[in-house]
């Protein structure tokens, strides 16, 4: 690996006067926790020279736009000693860093989907300082690295404090569309940021107070050191990517078993999304392959998963468009026998449509429980998921063609991602690290899960 240049990227020039956004009890859930990091691979058949003269001035154009656009990424996250709760402050001349490198590595080999080294991706990840480590910090870190004669990739790392999945990939698409269109902002005037905290209510302050007093002490919090350290030597990366006639058979096994009232969802019609149907299989998988905390008095496993609130909050309305954190958090639980049995999918399927079905009953019930639980969940061995095939990671086109590969880096082993396949027909991946004994295990459990689905459907078809 070696860096071609070290630089910051501005907003235009008098485009942004100071602004001040303060942060939700949503925002603050992230405070402390890991900065996520994504990378999109393209293919670029040309030296890297091309690449710096004619490919990289577009996209630090188009990102100098985008942030005209998307301020809150340029500015910084800021908690002095003075204030009793942190905020993101914009001040005009703030910029974002960006790394430009280039690299010998087999970027066939890294944008695959088998079983690669997770530590393989460190280089092509840029770091974020923590807000830890001082009373401010960047919000988002990028890095472009070039494959000579046969591709690039762009590396994000953001604060989850400032967006969501759903706002960052708002970001990411929209920068995409600048370029793309040789700086053009006129097709995004129908989907702008919406910045407006006061749609998200919080009676008398009550959920951000309990949020300040327990993230002070909160024991997941993880160092600047922590984030940019090495991954285990021995942990493999993989993408398992599931077509759309999979998914629906695998929706069909779950039809299959409506009769059965200990795994009856619901009555029919059962509306089984992809979502369900996908974690449901891979929550098994990991509890079989021993990816989570175990002990021989363990009864019961826990699964925990995001929903977005845009749509879901009513008064007042949140727009689709709500830049920020949005999402509230679904607790799903199921007796560990049962999981590991042989009605593992089905029993799987039913906690979470259950988990999220109570969001019905109110999206913030519940809500002033949710660090702590989610803590101490994830410390007994919980699974999570984040993603989501709607964020369509496969659209970021900055005009060179879609992403070759989506990749989310830094997973541990009792988490996995879930977006959109690269195909663009109904696909989904799901992305995970592990051992590789775990990940071998995992791999035929997986597939095992998909091929009696398969046999499930041939059957139906023969009767």
């Not at 840029?126 to 591709?151: E, K, R, W």
């Not at 029919?268 to 929550?283: D, H, Q």
């Not at 949140?318 to 026998?337: D, E, I, Q």
Request: hydrophobic share 40%.
């Amino acid at each position: 690996m070696r860096v071609l240049e070290s630089c910051r990227v501005s907003l235009p020039p008098d485009s942004a006067a100071e602004k001040t956004l303060t942060l939700t009890f949503f925002d603050l859930i992230w405070l402390y926790l890991p900065r996520p990091s994504r990378l999109f691979f393209y293919e670029f058949p040309h030296p890297s020279n091309h690449f710096t003269t004619t490919i990289l001035p577009k996209l630090k154009h188009s990102l100098s736009l985008a942030l005209q656009i998307f301020y809150p990424f340029a500015g910084s996250l800021t908690w002095s000693p003075s204030s009793a709760e942190p905020q993101i402050r914009c001040v005009d001349g703030d910029s974002v860093s960006l790394t430009v490198a280039e690299s010998t590595a087999d970027v066939n080999h890294l944008s695959g989907n088998h079983a690669r080294y997770a530590n393989q991706f460190s280089p092509l990840v840029p770091c974020l300082p923590s807000l830890l480590d001082s009373d401010i910090a960047p919000v988002l870190a990028l890095q472009v690295t070039v494959f000579p004669n046969s591709g690039f990739c762009i590396g994000i790392t953001s604060s989850h404090v400032v967006a969501d999945g759903r706002s960052l990939f708002h970001f990411i698409r929209s920068w995409a569309s600048i370029c793309s269109l040789g700086g053009d902002l006129s097709p995004l005037s129908g989907s702008l940021p919406f910045y407006d905290r006061t749609v998200i209510k919080d009676p008398d302050g009550l959920l951000k107070k309990i949020y300040l007093q327990e993230i002070a002490g909160f024991k997941f919090v993880v160092s600047s050191s922590e984030q940019g350290a090495e991954l285990p030597v021995e942990r493999l990366q993989a993408t398992f990517l599931v077509n759309r006639t999979d998914v629906d058979r695998l929706k069909q096994w779950l039809l299959a078993h409506c009769n059965d009232n200990e795994t009856q969802i619901q009555k029919s019609p059962l509306p089984f999304s992809t979502f369900v149907v996908i974690c449901a299989l891979t929550w098994v998988c990991l509890i079989k392959v021993g990816a989570v905390k175990s002990s021989p008095t363990k009864t019961m496993e826990h699964f925990v998963v995001s929903a977005d609130c845009r749509g879901r909050l009513v008064d007042p309305p949140v727009p689709t468009t709500y830049f920020g954190n949005c999402v509230t958090l679904c607790f799903a639980k199921a007796n560990r026998g049962d999981l590991i049995g042989e009605r593992g999918f089905p029993i799987a399927a039913k906690a979470i449509a259950d988990a999220i079905r109570r969001l019905e009953d109110g999206v913030l019930n519940g809500a002033e429980r949710w660090i702590s639980e989610s803590g101490s969940l994830v410390e007994e061995g919980a699974v999570t998921v984040a993603g989501s095939p709607r964020f369509g990671a496969y659209e970021a086109d900055f005009g060179w063609g879609r992403p070759k590969k989506h990749e989310v880096v830094g997973k541990g082993e009792g988490h996995f991602s879930f977006y959109d396949g690269s195909d663009g027909e109904g696909a989904v991946e799901v992305g995970l690290a592990l051992s590789k004994p775990k990940m071998d295990a995992f791999a035929t459990l997986f597939v095992n899960g998909l091929n009696v689905a398969r046999r499930i459907h041939d059957r139906t078809v023969m009767v």
